[in-house]
């Protein structure tokens, strides 16, 4: 029994040498990706070094659906696509609150579902991103401490951290694209047959209030950065019940009620045509560089800091 | 999936049917009719309760689809009802107690308490394997004292098993629910990938949960019996069965296909008792036709298999044997993954008419790489003997960084949110 736990204390040990080890090699990896690589890692890069005029933050429907050099080209400003695939509303306002720490854009561009505010949507937290700055921010160690509260334990350690980052961390080294300023062309087009003709969301009339949270903290971050905040709902392919749910009335009023303008696209007939479309949820390229189009153009009608730049 | 506390009561009925029926069969060992009275009574409540809560619904809404077709009503409602955690592994395991004691194999526990371990012992409560009174229950009586070396091998176990269920089977997982869940938008090429790739997923998942469970065990000093033998190197399917899921093949065989007369009847009846006996296995696994197909094939497959024995003695090369097993296993696989019986032949359908692009995901491609490569070190290893075990080294430096080096690979690359083992499902 005592050669067992002699054994079992000196394995913890070196567990926890090989721990710190790595948390720090991964740490410097990352930190050569913002100057040494091929391409960008995405999340480090929006957190330590983008800057543009207008960021544009969201998860995959962000990423595919916002083309830059649409915007760039017509507002005479630089624009960066924040968006990340799979990533959460809180992962946006992490995101969003670590940039303002370096600067206040002229304006943040949030694309948004407002389904995923009710209690029985599916976006749950996906903060995996993050977890490598666990310790390094206050309002990120609050949203992965929500998402579960063993994470106190488990983030202490940096193996557990960087869970599932090892191939993203190497990827910019490896792998060079092309530079879209974030942006991420989809190039195939759907089959419409295959979709469903309706998407109903499932509604038990309460909202996930840690998400409102969120949402009124990120409002009140931009006001007192004085930035522009533009909420966006994207376009789909399919018909939802989206605008009966009660997030979509009660989100909307909270924008109302602080002056930020929304943008709802959701039931666009302009890109009611399934060869803008890669699936029932993402534009390709043709529908991104449409909706970018039209999207300009509402931009610059509002009063904004665009009209002056031009 | 299915913990409210009160469920716990079906645990305990069956516990206490059995012992109870039990206790009473060898009471009346001389009595047949009583005997045999008490052990249908046990048939009765168990088979009963797991009809109601696993096959109730299945069967109404089958009859519903049914009749509906013929414009008939059928006007029964459904159960709401869970369906409880393990309730397969737990009923048979009790059922298979009493078949024992009315054989005269066992003698009845008349402890309860040592009854009520043997059928909710937690290492293998939940998805088995299937342990027999004759080897469990002994070993309830017996004192252990610290043992390093049994503690250190059980510990190994477990982590062998994590790293097959969070490293492997959970991240192939991902890529696997992407395609079987969205069929109609995927290429006959992405189908038979990702085919092969649930072989992987369902054989890391339960063989790794079985792992965790005998090595946990064993921690404790006691001895579960192999449930899984390198399956996929099985160079036909009566030698797959032998090599997976054995504990429940071997319940099977015990207490339904020899009953039923096995191989030492007529040929044509022995070919109907090995068909029945995996068309029942399907049954087991799931409240699905889709298992029912599933079991239905390697039923057939046992037939063609045992008719070409008999008839026609052609020795093939091993390597032919090997991919042909492996290919009617996987083709069958597809029937126990896709959701619904017309997914299932629409990959069938795609597999063999549809080629196209591959859904290509590179980081979860690269993760499964690790984890498969790995894997498949150690199965050869272990399937050939070749005498390179890193864990058993007798340097203590090597064991420690085989220890840090998978424990590393665990925490680094093991998917972890909250995904549960497949067979946790029966």
């Known amino acids: 029994m005592k050669k067992f736990i002699l054994n079992i204390l000196l394995l913890v040990s070196l567990l926890f040498i090989v721990d710190r080890l790595i948390g720090l090699t991964f740490n410097k990896i990352r930190d050569c990706t913002l100057v040494n690589s091929k391409s960008k890692l995405d999340t480090h890069f929006i957190l330590n070094k983008v800057e543009a005029d207008i960021l544009i933050f969201g998860n995959s429907r962000a990423k595919h659906h916002y083309v830059p050099s649409v915007f760039m080209d017509s507002l005479g400003c630089s624009v960066y696509n924040c968006g990340l695939d799979g990533t959460s509303f809180e992962y946006r306002v992490a995101l969003i609150k670590k940039v303002l720490d ?27 991103g993050l977890y490598p700055y666990f310790k390094s921010d206050s309002l990120i160690r609050a949203f992965i401490l929500q998402e579960d509260k063993m994470n106190v334990i488990k983030m202490q350690s940096y193996m557990v951290q960087n869970n599932s980052q090892l191939i993203d961390l190497l990827k910019p080294f490896v792998i060079s694209y092309e530079d879209e300023y974030g942006y991420d062309p989809l190039k195939r087009r759907m089959k419409e047959s295959l979709l ?3 998407l109903t969301y499932s509604s038990n009339g309460k909202l996930k209030e840690e998400k409102l949270e969120a949402l009124r903290y990120c409002v009140e971050l931009c006001k007192n950065n004085n930035v522009e905040l533009i909420f966006v709902i994207s376009p789909r392919f399919v018909n939802s019940n989206y605008k009966e749910l009660k997030s979509y009335r009660y989100i909307s009023n909270i924008l109302s009620d602080s002056d930020v303008n929304f943008f709802d696209y959701g039931d666009i007939s302009l890109l009611n045509n399934s060869i803008m479309f890669q699936d029932g949820a993402h534009l390709n390229h043709d529908g991104a560089v449409e909706f970018s189009k039209y999207f300009v153009k509402d931009i610059k009608r509002l009063n904004s800091k665009f009209v002056s730049s031009n | 999936m299915s913990w409210k506390p009160i469920y716990a009561v079906l ?16 009471k009346n060992r001389r009595n047949t009719n009583k005997k045999k009275a008490f052990l249908i009574i046990s048939f009765i409540i168990n088979f009963g309760i797991l009809f109601i809560f696993k096959y109730y619904n299945f069967i109404n809404s089958s009859i519903f689809s ?30 298979g107690y009493t078949i024992d004691v009315y054989r005269g194999t066992i003698r009845a526990e008349r402890h309860l308490g040592m009854y009520a371990l043997f059928v909710s012992f937690f290492p293998q409560l939940v998805a088995g394997p299937i342990e027999r009174a004759t080897n469990l229950l002994p070993q309830f009586r017996q004192k252990f004292d610290f043992d390093y070396d049994r503690v250190v091998s059980g510990l190994k176990l477990m982590m062998w098993g994590m790293f097959m269920k969070v490293v492997v089977a959970d991240r192939v997982a991902t890529y696997v629910d992407a395609v079987y869940n969205n069929v109609p938008q995927h290429s006959g090429s992405s189908l ?37 033998n390198r399956p996929y190197f ?49 049954i087991w696994h799931g409240a699905n036709w889709t298992f029912l197909i599933w079991g239905s094939l390697h039923g057939m497959y046992l037939v063609i298999e045992t008719i070409s024995r008999k008839y ?12 042909k097993t492996l290919i009617l296993v996987l083709f ?6 896709a959701n619904n019986v017309a997914d299932a032949f629409l990959i069938v359908t795609k597999i063999f008419t549809e080629f196209g692009q591959v859904y290509v995901d590179l980081t979860v491609m690269s993760y499964i790489g690790i984890g498969v490569g790995i894997l498949l070190m150690k199965e050869i290893k272990d399937e050939f003997g070749f005498n390179l075990s890193l864990s058993n080294s007798k340097h203590k430096s090597i064991r420690f960084i085989y220890y840090i080096s998978m424990i590393s690979l665990i925490l680094l690359l093991g998917v972890f949110d909250n995904s549960q083992f497949i067979y946790i499902q029966f």
Request: glycine share 4%.
């Open chain 2, 234 to 282: 099985a160079r036909s399917i009566k030698e797959f069965w032998s090599r997976w899921h054995i504990s429940l093949s071997t319940w099977f065989k015990d207490y339904l296909y020899i009953p039923l007369g096995g191989n030492r009847v007529k040929f044509t009846r022995h070919l109907f008792n090995l068909f029945i006996t995996f068309f029942i296995s399907g």
């Open chain 1, 102 to 128: 370096r600067y206040p854009p002229k304006t943040i561009l949030i694309d948004i579902e407002t389904s995923l505010f009710e209690d029985l949507s599916e976006d749950i937290m996906k903060l995996n």
């Open chain 2, 332 to 337: 069958a696989w597809i029937f126990f993954r």
């Open chain 2, 192 to 228: 038979i990938i990702v085919s092969v790739l649930f072989a992987i997923q369902i054989y890391c998942d339960f063989a790794g949960y079985s792992t965790i469970a005998i090595g946990s065990a064993r921690v404790m000093g006691f001895t579960l019996m192999q449930n899984f």
């Open chain 2, 66 to 95: 049914l009749f509906e077709y013929w414009g008939i009503r059928w006007q029964v409602p459904n159960l709401d009802v869970l369906l409880p955690v393990g309730i397969s592994f737990y009923t048979f395991q009790a059922v």
């Open chain 1, 196 to 198: 469903p003709k309706n």
């Open chain 2, 312 to 323: 026609f003695k052609i020795n093939t090369p091993y390597v032919f044997d090997l991919f």
């Open chain 2, 11 to 26: 645990i305990f009925t069956s516990t206490l049917v059995t012992y109870v029926t039990s206790l009473l069969i060898e």
